[in-house]
């Protein structure tokens, strides 16, 4: 997308709406803070993604706090495809940061457009990640996006290239800060300058599964068999999971992922199936036939509290409870199931 005309040389007086990429995190809390205390207009965005951590509710709740519009963006089937063939590689694990930032610049800057915004805003901090918030990724990110010169970083912006909005006179440069590097001392002052408490903002901690080695193995291993697809990575989340040709197997390790895979069973229309008159697991099958049943039952025994020296009665069915069928199966052998697992 092509960076939107300037609209600063038609202003009289420095005034301007700023967008800001809000994560809901404290960064992006003080962007919105800092920004309104420069009497700039305010609004924010948050992109929905499957791999995040992150309650879209919980993040509602902050802008309401803040007394900011928000607008929420789910990121789509074209995002799986910035996931399967990063250009520009990926992170520790399967993280394409830099690739997910141009992602979301563009389309946070095409919402810029329809809001006759004349600005983005950030809470990102020069060097608080290692891939993704360097000098060269900032400005590799900024030109590929298309939004060189429209970006403002209020927490590091002594450190960054003047932006257009600082060169017209809408926002003072003098007041904004020169943070660098992981340590959140000077983050944590500010909230506190702000009136902020511990409870109002989370802990700077995860937010994406795709930094998560054992999400990561998983992803890998589905995008070897499979086109990665919001049913599918939806399922990635939950429970054990083992391989069984292009089809795996899912079993749930608590009562919430149980309550969970068979929703997404039914939804999905999906094999599922668990034992009677024991307490176990929930284990959905992606696919295939008897062969794929034999082993997932094999399976549910042993994670299940039944006796592992006999045959136990299990029931399973297609997607919806109606027709439930009756099978019996013995407990998989240990050394089975390690070669299953993902």
Same mark, same amino acid.
């Given at each position: 997308?092509k960076?939107?005309k300037?609209?600063?040389?038609?202003?009289?007086?420095?005034?301007?709406?700023?967008?800001?990429?809000?994560?809901? @995190?404290?960064?992006?809390?003080?962007?919105?803070?800092?920004?309104?205390?420069?009497?700039?207009?305010?609004?924010?965005?948050?992109?929905?993604? &499957?791999? =995040?951590?992150?309650?879209?509710?919980?993040?509602?709740?902050?802008?309401? $706090?803040l007394?900011?519009?928000l607008?929420?963006?789910?990121?789509?089937?074209?995002?799986?495809?910035?996931?399967?063939?990063?250009?520009h590689?990926?992170? #520790?694990?399967?993280?394409?940061?830099?690739?997910?930032? &141009?992602?979301?610049? !563009?389309?946070?800057?095409?919402?810029?457009?329809?809001?006759?915004?004349?600005?983005?805003v950030?809470?990102?901090?020069? *060097?608080?990640?290692?891939?993704?918030?360097?000098?060269?990724?900032?400005?590799? &990110?900024? $030109?590929?996006?298309?939004?060189?010169?429209?970006?403002?970083r209020?927490?590091s912006?002594?450190?960054?290239?003047?932006?257009?909005?600082? =060169? $017209? /006179?809408?926002?003072?440069?003098?007041?904004?800060?020169?943070?660098? /590097?992981? =340590? +959140?001392?000077?983050?944590?002052?500010?909230?506190?300058?702000? %009136?902020?408490?511990? #409870?109002?903002?989370?802990?700077?901690?995860?937010?994406?599964?795709?930094?998560?080695?054992?999400?990561?193995?998983?992803?890998?291993?589905l995008?070897?068999?499979?086109?990665?697809?919001?049913?599918?990575?939806?399922?990635?989340?939950?429970? +054990?999971h083992? !391989?069984c @040709?292009?089809?795996?197997? &899912?079993? *749930?390790?608590?009562?919430?992922?149980? /309550?969970?895979?068979?929703k997404?069973?039914?939804?999905?229309?999906?094999?599922?199936?668990?034992?009677? #008159?024991?307490?176990?697991?929930?284990?959905v099958?992606? %696919?295939?036939?008897?062969?794929?049943?034999?082993?997932?039952?094999?399976?549910?025994? !042993?994670?299940?509290?039944?006796p592992?020296? $006999?045959?136990v009665?299990?029931?399973?069915?297609?997607?919806?409870?109606?027709?439930?069928?009756?099978?019996?199966?013995? =407990?998989?052998?240990?050394k089975?199931?390690?070669?299953?697992?993902?």
């Open positions: 997308m960076p939107l300037s609209k600063f040389t038609r202003l009289r007086k420095p005034k301007a709406l700023a967008l800001v990429l809000f994560s809901g @995190g404290l960064d992006s809390i003080l962007a919105v803070k800092l920004m309104k205390e420069q009497n700039v207009s305010v609004e924010a965005v948050h992109f929905v993604n &499957i791999f =995040s951590t992150t309650e879209t509710d919980r993040v509602r709740a902050l802008a309401k $706090r007394k900011t519009r607008h929420v963006i789910p990121k789509g089937e074209d995002y799986f495809k910035v996931i399967e063939k990063p250009e590689g990926y992170g #520790k694990n399967m993280n394409p940061c830099i690739d997910c930032r &141009i992602y979301a610049f !563009r389309k946070a800057w095409e919402l810029a457009g329809k809001l006759k915004a004349h600005l983005l950030t809470g990102e901090v020069l *060097g608080e990640r290692p891939m993704s918030q360097n000098m060269k990724a900032l400005r590799l &990110i900024e $030109r590929e996006a298309g939004v060189r010169g429209h970006v403002l209020p927490l912006a002594k450190l960054l290239p003047l932006t257009e909005a600082e =060169s $017209r /006179g809408i926002i003072d440069r003098d007041r904004l800060h020169a943070i660098r /590097g992981r =340590s +959140r001392k000077k983050q944590l002052a500010l909230a506190r300058k702000y %009136g902020l408490k511990p #409870k109002d903002y989370p802990n700077p901690a995860g937010g994406c599964l795709l930094t998560d080695p054992e999400f990561s193995r998983r992803l890998k291993d995008m070897k068999h499979n086109k990665l697809n919001f049913e599918n990575a939806a399922l990635l989340r939950f429970g +054990r083992f !391989r @040709g292009k089809h795996k197997i &899912i079993v *749930g390790r608590n009562e919430a992922e149980n /309550g969970t895979l068979k997404l069973a039914k939804e999905q229309g999906l094999v599922w199936m668990e034992v009677r #008159k024991h307490k176990g697991p929930v284990t099958i992606t %696919g295939g036939g008897n062969s794929e049943i034999m082993l997932a039952t094999g399976l549910t025994v !042993r994670y299940s509290d039944a592992k020296d $006999r045959e009665e299990l029931a399973y069915t297609k997607g919806k409870v109606e027709n439930m069928k009756k099978i019996t199966a013995h =407990s998989m052998p240990q089975e199931i390690r070669k299953l697992k993902v």
